[in-house]
């Protein structure tokens, strides 16, 4: 199970793995304070993307699209978080202040399809060809 989670809410047990999505380290939290397992820069938007959307919901579709296409460039970026996922529950961590229009969200979205994908063909083990 894939979530999203504000940095600015309190970690719960139900979380899982927390991972960082960010490309910069979220404003008023110390490093020490933010219970994290592992910060993941590199599969933030680029500086570009990220800024070019400027977190205004009108460019989200934009946003969206180039940041998906970042992602399917970088696969090796994102894979293990998908055999976290599979394993667990797996809380992606930002900072933005709005909840919908943000790129965990399209983060989740991604990875939420890459493991659709993935099923089918692991359900194909062990059967008779």
Not at 2 to 27: E, F, H, M, N, S
Not at 98 to 114: K, P, S
Request: proline share 6%; glycine share 6%.
């Amino acid at each position: 199970m894939i979530v999203c989670k504000r940095v600015y809410q309190p970690a719960t047990a139900d979380d899982g793995y927390r991972v960082l999505v960010d490309r910069l380290w979220p404003r008023g939290c110390s490093k020490a304070s933010l219970p994290l397992d592992e910060w993941l820069r590199e599969l933030a938007p680029s500086d570009g993307v990220r800024q070019a959307f400027a977190h205004e919901p009108g460019r989200f579709a934009e946003f969206r699209t180039a940041y998906r296409a970042e992602l399917a460039a970088q696969p090796a970026l994102w894979l293990p978080l998908l055999e976290r996922a599979g394993r667990g529950t797996l809380t992606l961590l930002y900072a933005a202040h709005d909840e919908q229009f943000n790129n965990a969200r399209v983060l989740a979205e991604f990875l939420g399809e890459q493991l659709a994908d993935a099923a089918p063909a692991d359900a194909g083990h062990g059967e008779a060809r």
